[in-house]
Protein backbone atom coordinates (compact mmCIF):
# COMPACT_ATOMS: atom_id res chain seq x y z
CA UNK A 1 0.00 0.00 0.00
CA UNK A 2 1.08 3.48 -0.69
CA UNK A 3 2.55 5.17 2.35
CA UNK A 4 1.05 8.63 3.14
CA UNK A 5 3.62 11.35 1.86
CA UNK A 6 4.13 13.53 5.56
CA UNK A 7 2.79 16.61 4.53
CA UNK A 8 -0.84 15.02 4.92
CA UNK A 9 -0.34 13.57 8.15
CA UNK A 10 -2.82 14.52 11.14
CA UNK A 11 -0.57 12.96 13.66
CA UNK A 12 2.81 10.86 13.62
CA UNK A 13 4.98 8.76 16.08
CA UNK A 14 8.35 7.39 15.55
CA UNK A 15 9.21 5.12 17.78
CA UNK A 16 7.75 6.31 21.02
CA UNK A 17 8.80 5.12 24.13
CA UNK A 18 7.62 5.94 27.68
CA UNK A 19 8.11 4.83 30.91
CA UNK A 20 7.04 5.22 34.68
CA UNK A 21 9.13 3.60 37.15
CA UNK A 22 10.19 0.43 35.47
CA UNK A 23 6.81 -0.11 33.76
CA UNK A 24 6.97 0.56 30.19
CA UNK A 25 3.66 2.22 29.34
CA UNK A 26 4.41 2.74 25.68
CA UNK A 27 7.10 0.76 24.37
CA UNK A 28 8.79 2.00 20.67
CA UNK A 29 5.24 2.85 19.04
CA UNK A 30 5.29 4.17 15.71
CA UNK A 31 2.24 5.13 13.74
CA UNK A 32 0.91 7.46 10.92
CA UNK A 33 -2.56 8.79 11.00
CA UNK A 34 -3.82 10.46 7.33
CA UNK A 35 -5.59 13.79 7.38
CA UNK A 36 -9.03 13.08 7.16
CA UNK A 37 -9.41 9.46 8.00
CA UNK A 38 -10.57 7.76 11.32
CA UNK A 39 -8.07 5.70 13.12
CA UNK A 40 -8.70 3.60 15.66
CA UNK A 41 -6.27 2.75 18.77
CA UNK A 42 -7.77 -0.33 20.19
CA UNK A 43 -6.15 -2.34 23.41
CA UNK A 44 -7.50 -3.66 26.54
CA UNK A 45 -7.23 -1.72 29.64
CA UNK A 46 -3.11 -1.01 30.67
CA UNK A 47 -2.21 -1.39 27.07
CA UNK A 48 -0.59 2.21 26.71
CA UNK A 49 -3.34 4.25 24.64
CA UNK A 50 -4.07 6.99 27.24
CA UNK A 51 -1.03 7.52 27.51
CA UNK A 52 0.13 7.98 24.37
CA UNK A 53 -2.88 10.27 24.02
CA UNK A 54 -1.48 12.62 26.27
CA UNK A 55 1.55 12.93 24.87
CA UNK A 56 -0.43 14.59 21.59
CA UNK A 57 -1.95 16.79 23.94
CA UNK A 58 1.58 17.55 25.49
CA UNK A 59 0.46 16.45 29.12
CA UNK A 60 3.38 14.40 29.03
CA UNK A 61 6.39 13.95 27.05
CA UNK A 62 7.94 10.53 25.65
CA UNK A 63 11.10 9.62 27.31
CA UNK A 64 12.42 8.68 23.78
CA UNK A 65 11.22 9.49 20.15
CA UNK A 66 8.89 11.60 18.26
CA UNK A 67 5.34 12.59 17.85
CA UNK A 68 4.05 14.93 15.09
CA UNK A 69 1.35 16.62 15.17
CA UNK A 70 0.05 18.15 11.52
CA UNK A 71 4.18 17.99 11.26
CA UNK A 72 4.36 20.24 14.36
CA UNK A 73 6.34 18.71 17.12
CA UNK A 74 6.09 20.30 21.18
CA UNK A 75 10.06 21.14 21.32
CA UNK A 76 9.51 23.22 18.21
CA UNK A 77 5.93 24.56 18.42
CA UNK A 78 5.52 24.29 22.29
CA UNK A 79 1.19 24.90 22.68
CA UNK A 80 1.26 25.68 19.23
CA UNK A 81 1.12 22.12 18.42
CA UNK A 82 -2.54 22.19 19.32
CA UNK A 83 -3.63 24.45 16.83
CA UNK A 84 -6.21 22.52 15.04
CA UNK A 85 -6.51 19.67 17.40
CA UNK A 86 -9.32 19.10 20.15
CA UNK A 87 -11.41 16.56 22.28
CA UNK A 88 -11.03 14.74 25.26
CA UNK A 89 -8.62 12.29 27.68
CA UNK A 90 -10.69 10.18 29.90
CA UNK A 91 -14.01 11.66 30.47
CA UNK A 92 -15.53 15.34 29.93
CA UNK A 93 -16.03 17.57 32.71
CA UNK A 94 -18.44 20.12 33.19
CA UNK A 95 -20.57 22.23 36.21
CA UNK A 96 -23.17 19.74 36.75
CA UNK A 97 -25.19 23.14 38.23
CA UNK A 98 -24.80 24.71 34.92
CA UNK A 99 -27.18 23.78 31.26
CA UNK A 100 -25.70 22.41 28.41
CA UNK A 101 -25.33 25.46 26.86
CA UNK A 102 -24.22 27.36 29.84
CA UNK A 103 -21.34 25.20 29.96
CA UNK A 104 -20.47 25.46 25.72
CA UNK A 105 -20.76 29.46 26.26
CA UNK A 106 -18.21 29.67 29.24
CA UNK A 107 -15.90 27.31 27.20
CA UNK A 108 -16.55 29.69 24.18
CA UNK A 109 -15.56 32.53 26.46
CA UNK A 110 -12.28 30.72 27.95
CA UNK A 111 -10.73 29.43 24.91
CA UNK A 112 -12.80 29.17 21.86
CA UNK A 113 -11.49 32.08 19.80
CA UNK A 114 -13.60 34.43 17.70
CA UNK A 115 -15.30 31.69 15.74
CA UNK A 116 -16.65 29.74 19.23
CA UNK A 117 -17.85 33.43 20.66
CA UNK A 118 -19.68 33.68 17.12
CA UNK A 119 -23.96 34.40 18.20
CA UNK A 120 -25.25 30.76 16.71
CA UNK A 121 -22.49 28.47 17.58
CA UNK A 122 -22.89 26.97 20.41
CA UNK A 123 -27.07 25.89 18.98
CA UNK A 124 -24.60 24.74 16.41
CA UNK A 125 -22.13 22.48 18.03
CA UNK A 126 -25.46 21.59 19.99
CA UNK A 127 -27.00 20.18 16.86
CA UNK A 128 -24.43 18.44 15.30
CA UNK A 129 -24.25 16.15 18.82
CA UNK A 130 -27.96 15.94 18.67
CA UNK A 131 -28.27 17.65 22.15
CA UNK A 132 -31.28 20.23 20.56
CA UNK A 133 -34.08 20.26 23.07
CA UNK A 134 -31.67 19.23 26.07
CA UNK A 135 -29.66 22.26 25.80
CA UNK A 136 -31.26 24.28 28.94
CA UNK A 137 -31.07 21.20 31.24
CA UNK A 138 -28.53 21.00 34.17
CA UNK A 139 -26.00 18.90 32.96
CA UNK A 140 -26.26 16.34 36.50
CA UNK A 141 -29.11 15.36 35.20
CA UNK A 142 -27.52 14.37 31.67
CA UNK A 143 -27.26 10.77 31.08
CA UNK A 144 -23.10 9.83 30.86
CA UNK A 145 -23.68 9.48 26.71
CA UNK A 146 -25.19 12.65 26.77
CA UNK A 147 -22.26 14.65 28.75
CA UNK A 148 -19.87 12.09 26.52
CA UNK A 149 -21.78 13.97 23.43
CA UNK A 150 -21.04 17.58 25.42
CA UNK A 151 -17.93 16.35 25.22
CA UNK A 152 -17.73 16.24 22.03
CA UNK A 153 -19.90 19.51 21.36
CA UNK A 154 -16.96 21.38 23.62
CA UNK A 155 -14.36 20.18 21.13
CA UNK A 156 -16.10 21.31 17.98
CA UNK A 157 -16.49 24.74 19.52
CA UNK A 158 -12.32 25.37 18.91
CA UNK A 159 -13.11 24.15 14.85
CA UNK A 160 -10.50 21.61 15.21
CA UNK A 161 -9.06 19.82 12.50
CA UNK A 162 -8.06 16.53 14.27
CA UNK A 163 -10.65 15.41 17.32
CA UNK A 164 -9.24 13.03 19.95
CA UNK A 165 -11.60 11.10 21.68
CA UNK A 166 -10.35 8.79 25.04
CA UNK A 167 -12.69 5.93 25.03
CA UNK A 168 -15.58 7.71 23.60
CA UNK A 169 -18.19 5.17 24.00
CA UNK A 170 -16.27 3.70 27.52
CA UNK A 171 -19.51 2.78 29.64
CA UNK A 172 -22.42 3.48 27.56
CA UNK A 173 -25.35 1.33 27.06
CA UNK A 174 -25.40 -0.23 23.50
CA UNK A 175 -27.68 2.56 22.26
CA UNK A 176 -25.22 4.69 23.71
CA UNK A 177 -22.35 3.71 22.04
CA UNK A 178 -24.84 3.67 18.56
CA UNK A 179 -25.12 7.69 18.91
CA UNK A 180 -21.68 8.14 19.58
CA UNK A 181 -20.71 5.90 16.37
CA UNK A 182 -23.15 7.91 14.44
CA UNK A 183 -21.76 11.24 15.64
CA UNK A 184 -18.24 10.19 14.95
CA UNK A 185 -19.63 9.04 11.41
CA UNK A 186 -21.10 12.47 10.92
CA UNK A 187 -17.87 14.13 11.95
CA UNK A 188 -15.41 12.14 9.88
CA UNK A 189 -18.28 12.33 6.70
CA UNK A 190 -18.13 16.31 7.52
CA UNK A 191 -14.05 15.82 6.45
CA UNK A 192 -12.85 16.01 10.08
CA UNK A 193 -9.61 13.47 11.33
CA UNK A 194 -10.87 11.51 14.40
CA UNK A 195 -8.36 9.22 16.44
CA UNK A 196 -9.95 7.48 19.02
CA UNK A 197 -9.37 4.69 21.69
CA UNK A 198 -11.72 1.88 22.45
CA UNK A 199 -11.28 -1.45 24.27
CA UNK A 200 -13.84 -3.01 22.22
CA UNK A 201 -13.51 -4.30 18.79
CA UNK A 202 -17.39 -3.83 18.01
CA UNK A 203 -17.25 0.06 18.63
CA UNK A 204 -14.38 0.88 16.14
CA UNK A 205 -15.03 -1.89 13.22
CA UNK A 206 -17.56 0.22 11.61
CA UNK A 207 -16.12 3.75 11.82
CA UNK A 208 -12.19 3.58 11.84
CA UNK A 209 -10.50 3.32 8.30
CA UNK A 210 -6.94 1.94 9.94
CA UNK A 211 -6.05 0.84 13.50
CA UNK A 212 -3.27 -0.01 15.35
CA UNK A 213 -4.18 -2.91 18.44
CA UNK A 214 -1.53 -2.00 21.67
CA UNK A 215 -0.94 -4.72 24.23
CA UNK A 216 1.12 -3.78 26.91
CA UNK A 217 2.46 -0.98 25.49
CA UNK A 218 3.53 -2.28 22.20
CA UNK A 219 2.06 -2.50 18.80
CA UNK A 220 0.29 -6.02 18.17
CA UNK A 221 -1.23 -5.14 14.83
CA UNK A 222 -1.34 -1.67 12.22
CA UNK A 223 -3.17 -1.61 9.30
CA UNK A 224 -6.52 -0.93 7.98
CA UNK A 225 -9.98 -2.70 9.22
CA UNK A 226 -10.20 -5.00 5.78
CA UNK A 227 -6.85 -6.28 6.56
CA UNK A 228 -7.65 -6.88 10.33
CA UNK A 229 -10.60 -9.11 9.00
CA UNK A 230 -8.64 -10.97 6.28
CA UNK A 231 -6.66 -12.22 9.97
CA UNK A 232 -9.84 -12.90 11.42
CA UNK A 233 -10.29 -16.29 12.33
CA UNK A 234 -13.41 -18.67 11.70
CA UNK A 235 -16.32 -17.57 13.96
CA UNK A 236 -16.91 -19.87 16.28
CA UNK A 237 -20.66 -20.51 17.49
CA UNK A 238 -22.45 -22.32 20.10
CA UNK A 239 -24.35 -25.43 19.38
CA UNK A 240 -27.02 -27.43 21.76
CA UNK A 241 -29.12 -29.99 19.91
CA UNK A 242 -31.36 -33.15 21.04
CA UNK A 243 -28.65 -35.55 20.14
CA UNK A 244 -25.03 -33.78 20.62
CA UNK A 245 -23.42 -36.99 20.40
CA UNK A 246 -24.70 -38.01 16.82
CA UNK A 247 -24.01 -33.68 16.19
CA UNK A 248 -20.16 -34.51 16.61
CA UNK A 249 -20.38 -37.94 14.92
CA UNK A 250 -21.67 -36.45 11.85
CA UNK A 251 -19.12 -33.69 12.32
CA UNK A 252 -16.17 -36.42 11.91
CA UNK A 253 -17.79 -38.27 9.05
CA UNK A 254 -18.36 -35.65 7.23
CA UNK A 255 -17.44 -32.27 7.80
CA UNK A 256 -14.21 -32.65 8.91
CA UNK A 257 -13.17 -28.69 8.46
CA UNK A 258 -16.05 -28.10 10.91
CA UNK A 259 -14.27 -28.57 14.49
CA UNK A 260 -17.27 -29.58 16.97
CA UNK A 261 -16.47 -29.85 20.56
CA UNK A 262 -18.54 -30.58 23.78
CA UNK A 263 -18.30 -27.21 25.51
CA UNK A 264 -17.54 -27.31 29.01
CA UNK A 265 -20.44 -24.84 29.92
CA UNK A 266 -22.95 -27.32 28.26
CA UNK A 267 -23.86 -28.10 24.58
CA UNK A 268 -20.90 -27.96 21.64
CA UNK A 269 -18.83 -25.29 19.95
CA UNK A 270 -18.48 -25.26 16.47
CA UNK A 271 -15.76 -23.65 14.42
CA UNK A 272 -15.12 -23.73 10.67
CA UNK A 273 -15.59 -21.46 7.71
CA UNK A 274 -18.87 -19.70 7.37
CA UNK A 275 -19.77 -21.80 4.38
CA UNK A 276 -18.97 -25.02 5.88
CA UNK A 277 -20.79 -24.43 9.32
CA UNK A 278 -23.70 -23.72 7.16
CA UNK A 279 -23.63 -27.27 5.53
CA UNK A 280 -22.83 -28.70 8.44
CA UNK A 281 -26.51 -26.95 9.93
CA UNK A 282 -28.02 -27.82 6.88
CA UNK A 283 -26.73 -32.10 7.25
CA UNK A 284 -27.72 -31.95 11.06
CA UNK A 285 -31.23 -30.73 9.70
CA UNK A 286 -31.27 -33.47 6.82
CA UNK A 287 -30.31 -36.56 9.63
CA UNK A 288 -33.35 -35.24 11.70
CA UNK A 289 -31.26 -34.33 14.40
CA UNK A 290 -32.94 -31.29 16.55
CA UNK A 291 -31.13 -27.89 16.24
CA UNK A 292 -31.73 -26.04 20.01
CA UNK A 293 -29.38 -23.38 19.52
CA UNK A 294 -27.20 -21.58 17.03
CA UNK A 295 -25.39 -18.38 18.12
CA UNK A 296 -21.91 -16.83 17.49
CA UNK A 297 -19.44 -17.18 20.72
CA UNK A 298 -17.59 -13.94 19.38
CA UNK A 299 -17.15 -12.22 16.35
CA UNK A 300 -14.02 -12.82 14.23
CA UNK A 301 -12.39 -10.02 15.51
CA UNK A 302 -13.49 -10.00 18.81
CA UNK A 303 -11.79 -13.26 18.49
CA UNK A 304 -8.49 -11.51 16.45
CA UNK A 305 -8.53 -8.84 18.91
CA UNK A 306 -8.45 -11.29 21.70
CA UNK A 307 -5.43 -13.64 19.99
CA UNK A 308 -3.46 -10.41 19.47
CA UNK A 309 -4.02 -8.85 22.60
CA UNK A 310 -4.21 -11.64 25.34
CA UNK A 311 -0.35 -13.61 23.92
CA UNK A 312 2.53 -12.84 26.12
CA UNK A 313 4.43 -10.10 24.45
CA UNK A 314 7.24 -12.50 23.60
CA UNK A 315 4.77 -14.63 21.96
CA UNK A 316 3.48 -11.88 20.09
CA UNK A 317 4.48 -11.49 16.31
CA UNK A 318 3.79 -7.72 15.45
CA UNK A 319 1.90 -7.87 12.25
CA UNK A 320 2.41 -4.44 10.14
CA UNK A 321 0.41 -4.53 6.75
CA UNK A 322 -0.03 -0.65 6.10
N1 LIG B 1 0.95 8.48 35.91
C1 LIG B 1 1.22 7.18 35.92
N2 LIG B 1 2.06 6.65 36.84
C2 LIG B 1 2.36 5.34 36.83
N3 LIG B 1 1.85 4.45 35.96
C3 LIG B 1 0.98 4.90 35.04
C4 LIG B 1 0.62 6.28 34.97
N4 LIG B 1 -0.25 6.44 33.94
C5 LIG B 1 -0.42 5.21 33.41
N5 LIG B 1 0.32 4.29 34.06
C6 LIG B 1 0.40 2.87 33.76
O1 LIG B 1 0.75 2.75 32.38
C7 LIG B 1 0.08 1.66 31.77
C8 LIG B 1 -0.71 2.16 30.58
O2 LIG B 1 -1.78 2.94 31.08
P1 LIG B 1 -2.82 3.67 30.11
O3 LIG B 1 -3.76 4.46 30.97
O4 LIG B 1 -2.09 4.39 29.06
O5 LIG B 1 -3.57 2.43 29.47
P2 LIG B 1 -4.91 2.41 28.62
O6 LIG B 1 -4.63 1.55 27.44
O7 LIG B 1 -5.37 3.79 28.36
O8 LIG B 1 -5.89 1.65 29.59
P3 LIG B 1 -7.38 2.00 30.04
O9 LIG B 1 -8.24 1.44 28.96
O10 LIG B 1 -7.50 1.26 31.32
O11 LIG B 1 -7.48 3.49 30.18
C9 LIG B 1 -0.80 1.04 32.86
O12 LIG B 1 -0.10 -0.06 33.40
C10 LIG B 1 -0.93 2.15 33.86
O13 LIG B 1 -1.12 1.64 35.17
Known sequence: ??????????????????????????DHLSLRVAQGEVYGILGPNGAGKTTFLRMLFGLI???????????????ESGVGVLDGVAGFIESPRFYPYLTGRENLEGLALLDGGERATRA????EVLDVVDLTGREEDKVAGYSYGMRQRLGVAASLLRDPRLLILDEPANGLDPGGIRDMRALVKRLADSGLTVLLSSHHMDEVEEICDNVTIMARGKVAFHGSLGQLRAMAPDPGH???TDDDARAVALA?????????????????????PPARLSAYVADL???GIG???????????????????DAEPDDRTTVTVR
Request: hydrophobic share 45%.
Open 120 to 123: GRVA
Open 252 to 272: IASHPEVAVEVDPDGGLVAVG
Open 291 to 309: LRQFTPTQTPLEALFFMLT
Open 238 to 240: LLS
Open 1 to 26: MARTPDHALAVEAVDVTKRYGPLVAV
Open 61 to 75: RPDSGTVRVFGRTWD
Open 285 to 287: VRA
